[in-house]
């Protein structure tokens, strides 16, 4: 090609070739964000062939061994069909709040699609989300604590490593909860190869069952696994109370789609998740048909003894990950449920610059780990905490399928009858599965159900306190536009520069501006009355981040709105001013902060035990100068004290 015709090329690109390179660019992306995927969204759903398949197996003594096998595969198949592949990824994941999924996203969807913050609807979000935690807890103890079981299974090793166990267990979880600090970001990368090799594992030991007993496939059929309610209804609801066990990660799956999106889910569950998970149950089911002994531990049998150490390794791979995966989603929830002032502000931070949604908050973090621990010392081995497995995660998606009825009805505009049809079958498989679970209650589901409560009556304590609070400090203040006009009739000392006075409501005087006027007698030049308002979409787009309006000559009206997902930083927000007319320069701003104290009374609006509750999540929440990421040698604090 010659000069001029390459300097042509140059400056007018074929469009084919540049529409071709965009393609094979998105394809690109497509197959990283499955491969992501893989690692993150499916890693708890993928650690359970560790011990779903072995406690199923354990409720059908005094049965035929053929009957056991063949039921508790086909239950197990059905319920990743209808639970994982249709509710989940042909229904839910449609039901996204601008991209994001998870409890609180549906929460603040149906909230935003009925035009106003009702009760109901936020009395399940927070039950779903305080549930979340409740069997969280749950997933990296015995995950890990499986994997670790398995070296007892080792060819050399045998009982004399028992005692070990735990102490392992509990050493590789704290080494996982002190790294969080440091964030995912350089090890992340890794999730996606390691789970991929770990499926590919787990589908090649189980073909290897299957050829030597290729009867198992008939355990498809659903006959068999009615055949066990049929044989014994208190069995099969035991045995389907333990198969559970093998969608405990499907909520991911909707949780997720913000960081992956739809379409990479969905193709990682179709082409690698669903069909290796389920060659592996059929593997370990085709494992006891030819050995029944093998139903007290099929999945670390089915491992041939000259791979047994390297498939160890990748199971500990594989728990560690599923767990990273659980903690980063506690992070998560708890960063929505803060925005969404559902829980007290917690000191959040940021792991890395460029990847969203990487975030540490140390409180949970700490909390996490105290109850992990806890949870193997008072449990001890995974078969004790497979039965504190599952009732709180069923609870979880029945709230999801009843908050899907509201947004069917109210956003997505469907007839009643057909909001019913698309909703009833779900809630119904929930609800068995949900009644199945009960049996578990005394064996240790208590612990769960028990935190989740907890954390309901702190969420329930700090959004209804909030409110009253708010309610009181707007009767006792004065009214903005009042304050307004008598500085008008009588004008303070002004000064240069630019005052912010942070407020939750803007109708009203800050108390900060107050005392400032009451103690210190003067009135900045500009002075901003700066309202941080959260709305029901996840993310905020810059040119609809302020909404400014000027009051008079010396006040401006300013609201500075976030999405449930982003995290506040009034610094970046408030340099989009001058662009709205509004000059700003951080070294010439002071910002006001008015910090309450909060005494208790008898015979107020919550009873006594519940202030001093409210009272403690106050004092112990963040500081909203690290919370908004103002500069602390820009600060002004002026406090005052509210009776509630």
Same mark, same amino acid.
């Given at each position: 090609?010659? =000069?001029?015709?390459?300097?042509?090329?140059?400056?007018?690109?074929?469009?084919?070739?540049?529409?071709?390179?965009?393609?094979?660019?998105?394809?690109?992306?497509?197959? @990283?964000?499955?491969?992501?995927?893989? &690692?993150?969204? /499916?890693?708890?759903?993928?650690?359970?062939?560790?011990?779903?398949?072995?406690?199923?197996?354990?409720?059908?003594?005094?049965?035929?061994?053929?009957?056991?096998?063949?039921?508790?595969?086909?239950?197990?198949?059905?319920?990743?069909?209808?639970?994982?592949?249709?509710?989940?990824?042909?229904?839910? =994941?449609?039901?996204? +709040?601008?991209?994001?999924?998870?409890?609180?996203?549906?929460?603040?969807?149906?909230?935003?699609?009925?035009?106003?913050?009702?009760?109901?609807?936020?009395? =399940?979000?927070?039950?779903?989300?305080?549930?979340?935690?409740?069997?969280?807890?749950?997933?990296?103890?015995?995950?890990?604590?499986?994997?670790?079981?398995?070296?007892?299974?080792?060819?050399?090793?045998?009982?004399?490593?028992?005692? /070990?166990?735990?102490?392992?267990?509990?050493?590789?979880?704290?080494?996982?909860?002190?790294?969080?600090?440091?964030?995912?970001?350089?090890?992340?990368?890794?999730?996606?190869?390691?789970?991929?090799?770990?499926?590919?594992?787990?589908?090649?030991?189980? @073909?290897?069952?299957?050829?030597?007993?290729?009867?198992? @496939?008939?355990?498809?059929?659903?006959?068999?696994?009615?055949?066990?309610?049929?044989?014994?209804?208190?069995?099969?609801? $035991?045995?389907?109370?333990?198969?559970?066990?093998?969608?405990?990660?499907?909520?991911?799956?909707?949780?997720?789609?913000?960081?992956?999106?739809?379409?990479?889910?969905? !193709?990682?569950?179709?082409?690698?998740?669903?069909?290796?998970?389920?060659? +592996?149950?059929?593997?370990?089911?085709?494992?006891?048909?030819?050995?029944?002994?093998?139903? #007290?531990?099929?999945?670390?049998?089915? %491992?041939?003894?000259?791979?047994?150490?390297?498939?160890?390794?990748?199971?500990?791979?594989?728990?560690?990950?599923?767990?990273?995966?659980?903690?980063?989603?506690?992070?998560?929830?708890?960063?929505?449920?803060?925005?969404?002032?559902?829980?007290?502000?917690?000191?959040?931070?940021?792991?890395?610059?460029?990847?969203?949604?990487?975030?540490?908050?140390?409180?949970?973090?700490?909390?996490?780990?105290?109850?992990?621990?806890?949870?193997?010392?008072?449990?001890? +081995?995974?078969?004790?905490?497979?039965?504190?497995?599952?009732?709180?995660?069923?609870?979880?998606?029945?709230?999801?399928?009843?908050?899907?009825?509201?947004?069917?009805?109210?956003?997505?505009?469907?007839?009643?009858?057909?909001?019913?049809?698309?909703?009833?079958?779900?809630?119904?498989?929930?609800?068995?599965?949900?009644?199945?679970?009960?049996?578990?209650?005394?064996?240790?589901?208590?612990?769960?159900?028990?935190?989740?409560?907890?954390?309901?009556?702190?969420?329930?304590?700090?959004?209804?306190?909030?409110?009253?609070?708010?309610?009181?400090?707007?009767?006792?203040?004065?009214?903005?536009?009042?304050? %307004?006009?008598?500085?008008?009739?009588?004008?303070?000392?002004?000064?240069?520069?630019?005052?912010?006075?942070? !407020?939750?409501?803007?109708?009203? $005087?800050?108390?900060?501006?107050?005392?400032?006027?009451?103690?210190?007698?003067?009135?900045?030049?500009?002075?901003?009355?700066?309202?941080?308002?959260?709305?029901?979409?996840?993310?905020? #787009?810059?040119?609809?981040?302020?909404?400014?309006?000027?009051? +008079?000559?010396?006040?401006?009206? =300013?609201?500075?709105?976030?999405?449930?997902?982003?995290?506040?930083?009034?610094?970046?927000?408030?340099?989009?001013?001058?662009?709205?007319?509004?000059?700003?320069?951080?070294?010439?701003?002071?910002? /006001?902060? &008015?910090?309450?104290?909060?005494?208790? !009374?008898?015979?107020?609006?919550?009873?006594?035990?519940?202030?001093?509750? /409210?009272?403690?999540?106050?004092?112990?929440?963040?500081?909203?100068?690290?919370?908004?990421?103002?500069?602390?040698?820009?600060?002004?604090?002026?406090?005052?004290?509210?009776?509630?």
């Amino acid at each position: 090609m010659s =000069l001029p015709n390459v300097v042509s090329a140059v400056a007018h690109p074929d469009p084919t070739s540049t529409s071709t390179a965009q393609g094979e660019r998105r394809r690109s992306s497509f197959w @990283l964000l499955t491969l992501g995927s893989v &690692g993150v969204v /499916f890693g708890d759903i993928g650690t359970s062939p560790l011990y779903a398949m072995r406690e199923a197996l354990a409720h059908t003594t005094g049965i035929p061994v053929s009957m056991a096998a063949m039921g508790v595969v086909s239950l197990v198949f059905w319920a990743l069909i209808l639970v994982v592949t249709i509710k989940y990824l042909v229904v839910v =994941l449609r039901a996204d +709040n601008k991209g994001e999924g998870g409890t609180l996203a549906m929460m603040a969807l149906a909230q935003h699609a009925m035009g106003r913050r009702t009760g109901l609807v936020f009395l =399940l979000g927070v039950i779903g989300a305080a549930l979340f935690y409740g069997d969280g807890l749950i997933t990296p103890a015995i995950s890990v604590l499986s994997a670790a079981e398995g070296v007892v299974d080792a060819p050399g090793v045998g009982e004399a490593f028992r005692p /070990f166990v735990l102490p392992t267990a509990a050493a590789i979880l704290v080494a996982l909860f002190m790294v969080q600090s440091r964030g995912t970001a350089s090890v992340g990368r890794f999730f996606g190869p390691i789970t991929l090799v770990w499926f590919l594992v787990l589908a090649a030991m189980g @073909l290897s069952q299957i050829l030597r007993e290729p009867s198992i @496939l008939l355990g498809l059929n659903p006959i068999h696994g009615l055949n066990l309610f049929a044989h014994n209804w208190l069995l099969g609801a $035991a045995v389907l109370g333990s198969v559970f066990l093998v969608v405990t990660g499907a909520e991911a799956l909707y949780a997720d789609i913000g960081h992956f999106g739809k379409g990479p889910i969905r !193709t990682a569950w179709l082409a690698v998740a669903f069909p290796c998970l389920m060659i +592996n149950y059929l593997g370990q089911g085709a494992l006891v048909l030819h050995d029944p002994t093998a139903a #007290a531990n099929p999945f670390f049998r089915m %491992i041939p003894s000259f791979a047994y150490w390297p498939v160890l390794a990748l199971t500990t791979a594989a728990t560690v990950i599923a767990s990273q995966a659980v903690i980063t989603g506690a992070f998560s929830v708890t960063q929505q449920a803060v925005q969404l002032n559902i829980l007290p502000r917690m000191n959040i931070r940021r792991t890395s610059e460029t990847v969203a949604g990487q975030i540490y908050v140390p409180a949970i973090n700490t909390l996490l780990m105290v109850g992990v621990l806890a949870l193997l010392l008072m449990f001890r +081995n995974s078969s004790n905490l497979a039965a504190a497995y599952g009732i709180a995660i069923t609870a979880t998606m029945v709230i999801t399928v009843l908050l899907l009825f509201i947004i069917a009805r109210r956003s997505w505009r469907w007839p009643l009858i057909g909001a019913v049809a698309l909703c009833a079958p779900f809630l119904l498989v929930d609800l068995v599965f949900l009644g199945a679970n009960t049996f578990k209650f005394v064996q240790g589901g208590w612990f769960p159900v028990a935190l989740g409560a907890g954390l309901i009556l702190i969420m329930w304590t700090w959004s209804h306190g909030t409110r009253i609070l708010a309610e009181k400090t707007r009767r006792d203040s004065v009214p903005l536009a009042d304050l %307004i006009e008598t500085l008008r009739a009588r004008p303070p000392h002004r000064t240069e520069g630019t005052a912010i006075f942070l !407020t939750s409501d803007p109708e009203i $005087a800050p108390v900060a501006l107050t005392h400032n006027l009451k103690h210190n007698r003067v009135l900045h030049q500009r002075n901003i009355i700066l309202t941080a308002k959260t709305e029901d979409l996840p993310y905020v #787009a810059d040119a609809e981040r302020l909404e400014l309006r000027r009051l +008079n000559e010396a006040f401006w009206a =300013l609201t500075v709105r976030y999405g449930f997902m982003e995290a506040p930083d009034l610094p970046r927000a408030l340099g989009l001013c001058p662009t709205r007319g509004l000059p700003f320069n951080l070294m010439a701003t002071s910002f /006001f902060v &008015g910090r309450r104290t909060v005494v208790a !009374t008898p015979g107020g609006a919550m009873p006594l035990w519940q202030d001093k509750l /409210f009272i403690f999540l106050m004092r112990n929440a963040a500081n909203p100068i690290d919370y908004f990421r103002i500069p602390p040698g820009r600060v002004v604090e002026m406090g005052a004290q509210v009776v509630v």
